[in-house]
């Protein structure tokens, strides 16, 4: 069974700090290319930070670069996410996507909320 399962979320100040998890399951993981997207309320998700299979190349959303790392650890079938430097504008669902041509997972998300 495949799983995707988000974890690190929740409150953080302005200028604050999160790592975000997703620990993958069911699938060979290190074929993927792994991604974090976003959803604001009222707003679509969104692309974050894509990073691929083996080569481990990476792609940023413009409105993020400078201030997020993607990364992976094959061995530990996991992707992080670090998000330094959060701004109110940041607060959305955070969701990790698993893609290998038409083969697509989702996890269910973990809530960042940047607020004082």
């Known amino acids: 069974q495949v799983q995707l399962v988000e974890s690190g979320g929740g409150l953080v100040q302005p200028g604050g700090s999160l790592r975000l998890s997703c620990a993958a399951s069911?699938?060979?993981?290190?074929?993927?290319?792994m991604s974090w997207y976003r959803q604001a309320p009222g707003k679509e998700r969104e692309l974050v930070a894509s990073?691929?299979?083996?080569?481990?190349?990476?792609t940023y959303a413009d409105s993020m670069k400078g201030r997020i790392t993607i990364s992976r650890d094959n061995a530990k079938n996991t992707v992080y996410l670090q998000m330094n430097s959060l701004k109110p504008e940041d607060t959305a669902v955070y969701y990790c996507?698993?893609?290998?041509?038409?083969?697509?997972?989702w996890g269910q998300g973990t809530q960042v909320t940047v607020s004082s």
């Open positions: 996507r698993a893609t290998f041509g038409f083969r697509q997972y």
């Open positions: 069911g699938f060979t993981f290190s074929m993927y290319t």
């Open positions: 990073i691929s299979n083996p080569g481990g190349s990476t």
